[in-house]
């Protein structure tokens, strides 16, 4: 059984641009959430999706946008890149919704965004 | 606003040593508290999590955490470090509803030979 999936591993790209990130939650699963971990910082909350449906939302700009498809993988966007979203962003999943209850978070190994 | 501290930011210890982290919360209702560990390249994986009952708790790896309510702390516990046990450890806490986990700044462990 696949564990959570992330691609790319590593990207590079320069300010201004674009960024897509992907992720497939392990098998079962169908809540995502994503998390940005700067350099020596701990993970911080971007967003949830269930459902195809934002769910809860952590304190980052509009600028990050995500989308949750019917096979419940997820795709994290961030427009107008800055030299500070340089980070590991980190793709959990979870079965069954994450309003209601607690489950555990499975973590994939996350990708390395480089803004220069 | 919850938040999560980890006072040291570096622990160094010999193999075979104990080793003690140390985490303390803020948070006004009894929260769900995590410790996850991150070896380098590795995504999280949860070490142990406490809910509710017994204050002390075991998890994989041979890491136990007792939870103190008194002192708001969480700390994570190991009687005898192995080479393998150096990596990242983040305290995590999380609301009674909502699945947003909060995570301190880290402590990274070096073990030393």
């Known amino acids: 059984d696949a564990g959570v999936t992330q691609s790319p591993t590593h990207l590079i790209k320069t300010r201004g641009q674009q960024v897509t990130l992907r992720c497939s939650p392990k098998s079962g699963h169908d809540t995502v959430s994503w998390y940005q971990q700067a350099l020596g910082q701990g993970p911080q909350f971007i967003f949830q999706?269930?459902?195809?449906?934002?769910?809860q939302r952590g304190n980052f700009p509009d600028r990050f946008s995500g989308h949750q498809f019917p096979n419940y993988s997820s795709e994290l966007n961030v427009n107008a890149l800055l030299l500070g979203d340089s980070a590991l962003y980190l793709c959990?999943?979870?079965?069954?919704?994450?309003?209601?209850?607690?489950?555990?978070?499975?973590f994939g190994p996350g990708t390395r965004l480089t803004v220069l | 606003a919850q938040s999560v501290t980890q006072p040291d930011i570096h622990i160094t210890v010999s193999e075979g040593a104990s080793l003690e982290l140390r985490c303390n919360y803020s948070?006004?209702?009894?929260?769900?508290l995590f410790w996850y560990v991150q070896s380098p390249g590795q995504g999280l994986q949860l070490l142990l999590k406490y809910f509710s009952g017994d204050t002390l708790v075991q998890g994989i790896k041979g890491f136990e955490a007792e939870f103190k309510r008194s002192q708001s702390s969480f700390n994570l516990r190991k009687p005898s470090v192995h080479w393998s046990d150096a990596a990242e450890y983040f305290c995590a806490v999380i609301k009674a509803a909502g699945n947003k986990l909060t995570f301190g700044g880290g402590t990274r462990v070096l073990v030393k030979p």
């Open positions: 948070y006004g209702a009894t929260p769900y």
């Open positions: 999706y269930y459902e195809e449906e934002e769910r």
């Open positions: 959990a999943s979870t079965p069954g919704s994450g309003a209601s209850s607690y489950n555990e978070q499975f």
